[in-house]
């Protein structure tokens, strides 16, 4: 009897890009969740390892061309999610990261974690993500002013 395996409270966040096109993932939960490629990292993955990995998991796509945009962010659990954490635990650091493919492609999606997808421009996406963090890193990534205080 070992004690439960918790979620590590440190995430990435990949901005997928071809051109100027930005893919969103569609989550299957909570329904109508918009967002780029995200994933906790697992016990002694680094940042860039663990965003290679969630981008083949999540789209079938390489990391090839991974970009750390040099930017992290802590950003409180939502309490829906904080039993998959530590006691305690209520805080999110966030490293963002990009990849541009040559052109838009479709994604391999696992359905067991996404619906849907779409590619849009990076204004209509910065104001489709569900995230304040993704926004923000769109608006960096393609030097949009930001739409809220939170950048």
């Avoid at 993932?25 to 680094?46: C, D, I, K, M, N």
């Amino acid at each position: 009897m070992g004690r439960p395996a918790f979620k590590r409270p440190e995430s990435v966040l990949v901005v997928v890009h071809a051109g100027r096109q930005v893919l969103l993932l569609e989550r299957r939960s909570p329904a109508g969740f918009w967002q780029s490629v995200t994933g906790s990292l697992r016990e002694g993955e680094t940042p860039a390892d663990c965003a290679r990995r969630e981008l083949a998991e999540e789209t079938g796509f390489t990391a090839e061309g991974l970009v750390d945009l040099r930017r992290t962010r802590r950003f409180p659990i939502l309490p829906e999610w904080r039993h998959r954490y530590a006691p305690g635990v209520a805080e999110n650091l966030e490293h963002a990261f990009a990849v541009r493919l040559a052109a838009p492609e479709d994604p391999r999606l696992n359905p067991a974690e996404h619906l849907s997808f779409r590619w849009l421009p990076p204004a209509e996406a910065a104001g489709t993500v569900s995230s304040w963090t993704n926004r923000a890193a769109i608006e960096q990534l393609f030097a949009l002013p930001p739409t809220d205080g939170e950048a």
